[in-house]
């Protein structure tokens, strides 16, 4: 408290509201810094009904939309992963009933990479970027991006299905799509997806 701040018991003007009272000296003070630092007032709104104008220590770190914050912050963390990040602020919205609006299971499974691999397997960051933003911005909110290439492989129409074959032997189309969509893509662009079988062989 500042040296020369007034207690809520020493003011002169007895008739003085309690909640102006508090915006005037105490603006934006937590209500456990009030009560630490003017005990009266605490009690005298308190006694009043008047301490939900009063912010709690969450509503000063998060604002008062404690769900506009995971928004902006932390989505699309399920609420384990939420928990283990900033219990904080799950336990904020555990106590305001928003954590239904947190997802309990990630689409992106548990292991980010393995999704990267499944999914978007030769996409650039860029790319990756461009197809799934959300994705995207987890990846790089984890520390995740340094394991995506910047820069496509780059092939000469005389080595694709040599890379095939060194990379991929006995792939069949569909497994190769599903392994690498993006070197699918590029055969397929090219022209030269003939030269993976579309069935297993004998």
Request: hydrophobic share 25%; aromatic share 12%.
């Amino acid at each position: 408290m500042a040296r020369n701040q007034i207690r809520w018991v020493e003011r002169e003007d007895k008739q003085a509201d309690p909640l102006e009272y508090y915006k005037t000296h105490y603006p934006n003070l937590s209500r456990g810094n009030l009560e630490c630092q003017d005990h009266g007032l605490y009690q005298r709104l308190r006694r009043d009904k008047l301490l939900n104008n009063v912010p709690v220590l969450g509503d000063i770190k998060y604002g008062i939309d404690s769900l506009v914050y995971y928004k902006e912050h932390y989505a699309p963390l399920t609420r384990g992963q939420l928990s283990s990040q900033n219990h904080g602020l799950y336990e904020r919205l555990r106590k305001k009933g928003l954590l239904d609006k947190i997802p309990k299971k990630c689409r992106f499974g548990d292991d980010y990479l393995a999704y990267y691999k499944e999914h978007y397997s030769g996409l650039t960051r860029g790319q990756l970027r461009r197809v799934d933003r959300s994705f995207y911005m987890r990846l790089w909110q984890l520390g995740l991006l340094k394991h995506i290439p910047t820069r496509g492989r780059s092939f000469s129409n005389l080595n694709l299905l040599q890379y095939y074959k060194e990379h991929y032997p006995n792939l069949t189309r569909q497994e190769l799509r599903e392994q690498d969509q993006y070197f699918y893509s590029l055969l397929q662009k090219k022209g030269m997806l003939k030269g993976v079988p579309s069935k297993k062989r004998n």
